[in-house]
T-cell receptor
């Protein structure tokens, strides 16, 4: 079956760095997405990786290892507004997105 | 560029009643998705349209859910009759391409409460 695993909840301190991990098992693979979802709002796109390696975009970076079925989202210089759920989603061979349950990130002052 | 529009934003109904949700995707986007998101879970794809044809409706409970996308633009999702377990946020999303890796743009969602 197809499966996405990510931690349910993480806590970090304002100004610090946090890494949110995601492992995936899909029928074929056409890339991995990270979305941010604030409470009561719709998901918004953060990043897309299809090749191995690190993609950096401002304070956020995303890493992919296809051989390990593993990705992480790295958030630097955490701000209170980064408190949200972070959803990992893998694109399978039919270009269908398989979604994880999301990681709720709590930022403390 | 206007985003994905959805209405209503909130709906409260009693079980066994009917309800309909409306979605207007971003202009020119070929693909439209309806997702169900239960609190604390990731989105679950209900149905995917490419223009006005159905690409995937394998997870749509067809005995009670129906959806259409007339003229390949806006779409309606209906539940008839509703059950308590249908309480969730119903998200509509669209993407520009067809069967590619395009980013999905989400609407604000409709929060459904079934009593």
């Amino acid at each position: 079956g197809q499966n996405i695993d990510q931690p349910t909840e993480m806590t970090a301190t304002e100004g610090a760095i946090v890494q949110i991990n995601c492992t995936y098992q899909t029928s074929g693979f056409n890339g991995l997405f990270w979305y941010q979802q604030h409470a009561g709002e719709a998901p918004t796109f953060l990043s897309y990786n299809v090749l191995d390696g690190l993609e950096e975009k401002g304070r956020f970076s995303s890493f992919l290892s296809r051989s390990k079925g593993y990705s992480y989202l790295l958030l630097k210089e955490l701000q209170m507004k980064d408190s949200a759920s972070y959803l990992c989603a893998a694109l399978d061979s039919n270009y269908q997105l398989i979604w994880g349950a999301g990681t709720k990130l709590i930022i403390k002052p | 560029e206007a985003g994905v529009a959805q209405s209503p934003r909130y709906k409260i109904i009693e079980k066994r009643q009917s309800v309909a949700f409306w979605c207007n995707p971003i202009s020119g986007h070929a693909t439209l998705y309806w997702y169900q998101q239960i609190l604390g879970q990731g989105p679950k794809l209900l149905i995917q349209f490419q223009n006005n044809g159905v690409v995937d409706d394998s997870q749509l409970p067809k005995d009670r859910f129906s959806a259409e996308r007339l003229k390949g633009v806006d779409s309606t999702l209906k539940i008839q009759p509703a059950k308590l377990e249908d309480s969730a946020v119903y998200l509509c999303a669209s993407s520009p391409g067809t069967g590619d890796v395009g980013e999905q743009f989400f609407g604000p969602g409709t929060r459904l409460t079934v009593l």
